[in-house]
């Protein structure tokens, strides 16, 4: 099995910054998409930033020029840097990854618990 266990989360003021951190332990083999999922109170989990396998970054529109999400795949970790934060970016944000699990190919898809981001004055 493999775990994802996020941190770095917390209160800041609007305009602030913060950066969360996900690692992944367990039975890795390699990993193929790891990224960013938030989910507001009565809101849907959306995509907020992903390190796809190959090197290809995804970003949704809201945090385009404001996040960034990196990659240390000697750790299995995956970042992101979170700047100019707004009101509206509170929310859980939550790791998750597409895992290979063994050298046949046996494949983990999953989520990290979630870590709270609230951006308020």
């Known amino acids: 099995q493999v775990q994802l266990v996020e941190s770095g989360g917390g209160l800041v003021q609007p305009g602030g910054s913060l950066r969360l951190s996900c690692a992944a332990s367990g039975s890795i083999f390699s990993i193929y998409d790891m990224g960013w999922y938030r989910q507001a109170p009565g809101k849907q989990r959306d995509l907020v930033a992903a390190v796809i396998s190959g090197g290809t970054i995804d970003y949704a529109d809201s945090v385009k020029g404001r996040f960034t999400v990196s990659r240390d795949n000697a750790k299995n970790t995956v970042y992101l840097q979170m700047n100019s934060l707004k009101p509206e970016d509170t929310a859980v944000y939550y790791c998750?990854?597409?895992?290979?699990?063994?050298?046949?190919?046996?494949?983990?898809?999953?989520w990290g618990p979630g870590t709270q981001v609230t951006v308020s004055s």
């Open positions: 998750n990854a597409d895992v290979q699990t063994d050298p046949d190919g046996s494949r983990w898809y999953g």
